[in-house]
T-cell receptor
Framework: DTEVTQTPKHLVMGMTNKKSLKCEQH?????MYWYKQKAKKPPELMFV???????INESVPSRFSPECPNSSLLNLHLHALQPEDSALYLC???????????????FGPGTRLTVL | GQQVMQIPQYQHVQEGEDFTTYCNSS?????IQWYKQRPGGHPVFLIQ???SGEVKKQKRLTFQFGEAKKNSSLHITATQTTDVGTYFC??????????WGLGTSLGVNP
């Protein structure tokens, strides 16, 4: 299985809602990532988990809360978001996160989030 | 901070014409990765180049890494409408972050 899956595909939420994005991979990859992507821009790194531990937080506001329940799953909990948080949220995985030869990333299809 | 510059930002070609996108850095790159993102899609890993002067081919796509490891190119021969999308280069260094170029958006007129 060489696929990263993400749910939901689309999400519309109000600024007071709490929701979660989910990501799963079964490639045995030990690094997982959350990215935010705005239209016509490259993906912008938010968080990196390496061996199920948070290793990078790119100064993301606390209204985004990541969670890695196990090596195959990655969640992003959302609370009190702002309209400017509307974007495509991408999950990715790689074999490892510390060795350049093994850090090519495999992306899921993304969750298109709209905050009203 | 480290930057990867990518040009052109946009290019439209007639189907059958060739296309090239370039990535440049002022510092030596550890490696360079190329991704393709179709409209409405997600980035898909194409290839990674590691060695100075490396050239790799995938059907009509040719990837090059410069001798000084400061630049890279992706060349598509005889474009097809299926090549439409944004092509990103990214440097994957020793840390856990990819440094992304801004991408080149390719349009192909049938």
């Amino acid at each position: 299985d060489t696929e990263v899956t993400q749910t939901p595909k689309h999400l519309v939420m109000g600024m007071t809602n709490k929701k979660s994005l989910k990501c799963e991979q079964h490639m045995g990859h030990r690094a997982m990532y959350w990215y935010k992507q705005k239209a016509k821009k490259p993906p912008e790194l938010m968080f990196v988990y390496s061996y199920e531990k948070l290793s990078i937080n790119e100064s993301v506001p606390s209204r985004f809360s990541p969670e890695c329940p196990n090596s195959s799953l990655l969640n992003l909990h959302l609370h009190a978001l702002q309209p400017e948080d509307s974007a495509l949220y991408l999950c990715a995985s790689s074999r490892s996160a510390g060795q350049p030869r093994h850090n090519e990333q495999f992306f899921g299809p993304g969750t298109r989030l709209t905050v009203l | 901070g480290q930057q990867v510059m990518q040009i052109p930002q946009y290019q439209h070609v007639q189907e059958g014409e060739d296309f090239t996108t370039y990535c440049n850095s002022s510092t030596t790159l550890s490696n360079i990765q190329w991704y393709k993102q179709r409209p409405g899609g997600h980035p898909v890993f194409l290839i990674q180049l590691v060695k100075s002067g490396e050239v790799k081919k995938q059907k009509r796509l040719t990837f090059q890494f410069g001798e000084a490891k400061k630049n890279s190119s992706l060349h598509i021969t005889a474009t097809q409408t299926t090549d439409v999308g944004t092509y990103f280069c990214a440097e994957g260094g020793n840390n856990r972050k990819l440094i992304w170029g801004l991408g080149t958006s390719l349009g192909v007129n049938p």
